[in-house]
């Protein structure tokens, strides 16, 4: 393509007001992410979820990560009454873990491979693992967004690529 015709294309495209949630979710998910698994045993038993809108990066110091949860969760709740959290970057292959933990009236801990570290729970073979405190909740739309001060970590990416989130879709990382 030439210079010309690729200015022509970006020219001619329209931008759409439209917003709405349905819009959004497929707008949204041409954005690729990681997965995390939030889980803790609470005074309501296990409690755990999966979450696409995780993000680190927030601050080093202290060290925190973000995650946006829906206001009508059923399980943040129980999590956020939780002394600690536990978090874990699911890995290459864990698609099926992802689903397993977000779906409801089944018990998602069943048949998990699991790692107890006082109230916070992790999931084996994951990429990484956060141990995190609530730090701070923001209001934000139908979500409230969290922050979560990181207290300890293990690293696990030299032997499992971090499972990836895309339109929808589980993929696994590819090297070129
Ligand atoms: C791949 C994936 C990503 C998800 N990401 C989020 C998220 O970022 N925030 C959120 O509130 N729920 C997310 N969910 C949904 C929750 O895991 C869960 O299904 C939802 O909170 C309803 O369950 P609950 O009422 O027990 O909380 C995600 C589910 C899947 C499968």
């Known amino acids: 393509m030439t210079t010309l015709q690729a200015h022509e294309t970006h020219t001619t495209a329209q ?14 998910g ?12 609470t005074d309501r038993g ?18 925190l990560v973000a995650v946006a949860i829906q206001n009508n ?26 689903r397993q933990l977000a779906a409801k009236g ?12 006082g109230p916070s729970i992790f999931i084996n073979h994951a990429a990484l693992w956060l141990d995190t405190t609530v730090y701070a909740e923001y209001p934000a739309g139908d979500h409230v967004m969290v922050l979560l001060q990181v207290n300890n970590l293990a690293d696990f ?3 499992h690529d971090p499972l990836v989130f895309h339109k929808s879709q589980f993929r ?5």
């Open 30 to 41: 041409q954005f690729p992410s990681g997965v995390a698994a939030l889980a803790a045993s």
């Open 157 to 159: 990416t030299n032997i």
């Open 172 to 176: 696994n990382l590819e090297s070129n």
């Open 73 to 98: 969760s059923e399980t943040w709740p129980a999590l956020r009454d939780s002394d600690s959290i536990g978090i874990s970057i699911l890995g290459e292959g864990q698609g099926p873990i992802a």
């Open 106 to 117: 089944i018990d998602r801990f069943e048949d998990l491979d699991l790692e107890v570290h």
């Open 15 to 28: 931008l759409s007001n439209d917003v709405s949630p349905l819009s959004l979710r497929s707008a949204f």
């Open 46 to 63: 296990l409690a755990g979820m999966a979450a696409s809108s995780f993000t680190v990066g927030v601050s080093l110091d202290p060290p």
